[in-house]
């Protein structure tokens, strides 16, 4: 049965310059101790995901986008798409996918992009990336007000 819960993952290599944006956004979101919110902060999303994805009512995905858009990027996902594995990893609408197909249900579910410059090794996050996490943060906060 799905709870009222909402479920932020924000994801990419803390190691490598703006591709941690994700994770940044999300550590930000978790500080803030939102209700009925669960915030996870992860190097890369996994099928075991799934599992916590069907306890949602609607799950956030946070991430790096490093294809030179200048903004952050909201998307609306939906589970229609089909499951497919490279490795151990997954994307955002593939693990809605599997999650709708093992649980037989997936949350109502977002993706928020945000705009990096760099992913080398050891750098810090851009100006660029820094507002977009600002962004993100406040972009979830009007997601889950209105949900």
């Known amino acids: 049965m799905r709870s009222s819960?909402?479920?932020i993952i924000g994801y990419g290599n803390d190691l490598r310059g703006d591709d941690a944006a994700g994770r940044v956004a999300a550590e930000r979101l978790a500080a803030l101790q939102l209700p009925d919110t669960q915030v996870l902060s992860v190097h890369q999303l996994v099928p075991e995901h799934a599992a916590l994805l069907a306890?949602?009512?609607m799950a956030i995905f946070?991430?790096?986008?490093?294809?030179?858009?200048?903004i952050v990027r909201v998307?609306?996902?939906t589970s229609g798409a089909s499951w497919s594995v490279i490795g151990h990893?997954?994307?955002p609408?593939?693990?809605?996918?599997?999650t709708a197909a093992v649980y037989g249900q997936a949350p109502n579910?977002?993706?928020i992009r945000i705009p990096a410059?760099?992913?080398v090794f050891g750098a810090p996050l851009s100006r660029r990336a820094e507002d977009g996490v600002a962004e993100a943060v406040e972009i979830v906060r009007h997601l889950i007000s209105k949900r």
């Open 5 to 7: 819960h909402i479920l």
């Open 55 to 57: 306890q949602a009512q």
């Open 62 to 70: 946070i991430d790096a986008d490093l294809d030179d858009c200048p």
């Open 75 to 77: 998307t609306h996902l």
């Open 89 to 91: 990893t997954a994307t």
């Open 93 to 98: 609408e593939g693990l809605l996918a599997l």
């Open 109 to 111: 579910g977002w993706l």
């Open 117 to 119: 410059i760099h992913s």
